[in-house]
């Protein structure tokens, strides 16, 4: 009975500090991840003209900097513009070919190899290849004439990607269905597709923002004199000391942040609208 | 008009359908653009050229709007001019002695850029004596004109770093052991190199051959324990030495003068060995749509006004004589005008006799 008692004790105690190394693993896996983030928003209100402690004195001066720069402003007026717009027209590319590649079509293989290359190639080559192609197509480098099309070559491939298992595991019974009871193609999209696949497009779409918001390198190739968020804070880091930064690092996060809230706000009204199971 | 002739006044080639394509995309819901662009010169050029308080100066005097773009380096600036469709910009600007053999072609007829006409640059008689090489001319026609001096040295941190030590005022500064453990290198091939072929005695760093570069980058290996670290943008370095984390580095004349702008105790040493100097030139590309525009930028930044205000507006020095007037010795010393009347010792950027064994050399540096 002792020794039972002896045993369970044991039992207790390994089990007590696997328990504690598993919260230390995960409080230092969550330090790692966003003190760094704190740390940013911390310094973003730090009156110095250095980047880094210690901490002087509370300032909002490098916030009031961002929104009395024209330049920044329209920088990421740009960004956010063209984020829209190639999440949109990326998202709506990438849901006409996961619906496609549900059916058997003729190199279906090499169909999704060059469909993901744009993953594959490095930046900087695809850079290359844009300022080429745009060169000997003699089209005038700008924001809706050659970006726009980079950024949605660029997000095409993870959009497609995002909605491809969601296209495959639908149930093609019920399209069928409604087929049978006299529904068009359009309306089968409308009326049954589209309200079950409604909350990963929206998904799809905000991580498109976000990819497109992001991108640097091949818009630096392909863009002529307008810029992008991340374009115009290289060049203010290659021009200037740019003590702001950690504001206008807060102000890039605050925007995408609320792109995803917009989209989880979107996505729960979705989910509890759609009345059919998917399985 | 015969039938073969009919279908191909109708037939559009590959090249125009794309053009009237993009065309149509960029005017559609920007019915201003067309005329906005009259009214406006795209250039690309160092952004410090066209800083806050030199930008006002030039829209000023042009009555132009000004739109830089991203400026990354000379050979980016070269890159995009050679690209196929064109530079798409209406002025560029990079330094002379790294661009003009591919701006200017080996020969008569192969100048990638279009000759300036002089009459609409009445500013170009100012141009001083120092600044006429960068005048490139062929056959009676300028293609490339002067617009700044750009210097780089090393920058220190004054209150760690006497300036009248002989050690302060040599590249040694940067490279040997003194303040080991505080220095930071420029992560850029061109000019870590120049500056270590300088410091090592060479009379001609950009034509090193393979032996040579080989023994500089030896060099560069044996003292990289001395380094804190490898910074790559202006204003990592600039914070670097700001925040005390090093109080050495290799340093651009813009940055030197940011610092100082700032309160930081900065300045640049006049190594014994010499400064590396560059001439920055402007040329109009042959696609540029703003012609007119262009000239008046050029002639703009030879005007007085701004070559008044470079030196304070970025560092950087004019290359007009008015530029050089009623300059104070304070002011003479503090930016290097001796480069300009030839007090100060120079050697210029030059590009290397092959530039891969260059980026090669330094990268074999960077990870030893």
Known sequence: ?279 | MSEDARTKSFMMDRRRLLQGAASMTATLGFGGASKAQTSEVTLLMINAMVGPTLKPIVEDETHLKIADGPYVSSTDVVSRLTAPGGARYDLMNSSFAFSAPVVMGAKAGQERVQAVDESLLPNLKHINASSKFGIAERDGKIYMVPSSWGIDSILYNRAVVPDDDPYTQSWSLLFEDKYAGRIGWWDVAHQMLMAAGLYLGHAKPEQMDREQLGEVAKFLIAKKKNVRTFYSTFAQGSNLLSNGEIDVCYGVAPMRNELQKRGFNVTGSWPKEGVLSLLNTSYIPKDCKNVAGAHAVINAMLGERYSRALSDGCGYLPVTESGMTDVTPERHKKFGYGILDGTVKHYPLAFPTNMNMWIEAWSRVKTA
């Open chain 1, 1 to 279: 009975m002792a020794a039972l008692s002896s045993s369970f004790s044991d039992t207790n105690k390994t089990f007590s500090l696997g328990r504690t190394a598993l919260v230390i693993y995960a409080g230092l896996f969550y330090a790692f991840l966003y003190v760094p983030i704190l740390l940013l928003v911390y310094l973003s209100f730090n009156d110095s003209q250095t980047i880094g402690l210690p901490f002087k004195q509370f300032t909002l001066r490098w916030y009031s900097q961002i929104f009395n720069s024209q330049d920044m402003l329209a920088a990421i007026a740009n960004s956010v513009v063209l984020g829209i717009l190639s999440a949109v027209i990326a998202t709506a590319l990438a849901v006409l070919l996961a619906l496609g590649f549900r059916y058997d079509l003729p190199m279906k293989g090499l169909l999704m190899k060059i469909v993901l290359m744009p993953i594959l190639i490095p930046g900087v080559v695809g850079g290359v290849i844009y300022l080429i192609f745009f060169g000997y197509g003699e089209v005038q480098f700008g924001l809706w004439t050659t970006v726009l099309p980079v950024h949605i070559t660029w997000v095409l491939p993870f959009a497609f990607l995002t909605l491809l298992p969601r296209m495959h595991g639908l149930d093609r019974t019920l399209e069928e269905a409604a087929a049978d009871l006299g529904a068009r193609p359009m309306t089968v999209f409308r009326r049954i597709l589209f309200p079950i696949i409604k909350p990963g497009v929206i998904a799809t779409m905000m991580f498109s923002f976000t990819l497109s918001f992001d991108e640097f390198i091949r818009t630096l190739f392909a863009m002529g004199s307008q810029r992008t968020v991340p374009v115009h804070l290289w060049s203010l880091l290659s021009n200037q000391m740019a003590p702001f930064l950690p504001a206008v690092g807060v102000v890039i996060m605050i925007i995408s942040m609320s792109v995803s809230l917009i989209g989880f706000a979107l996505t729960a009204r979705s989910g509890r609208s759609v009345p059919v199971d998917d399985h």
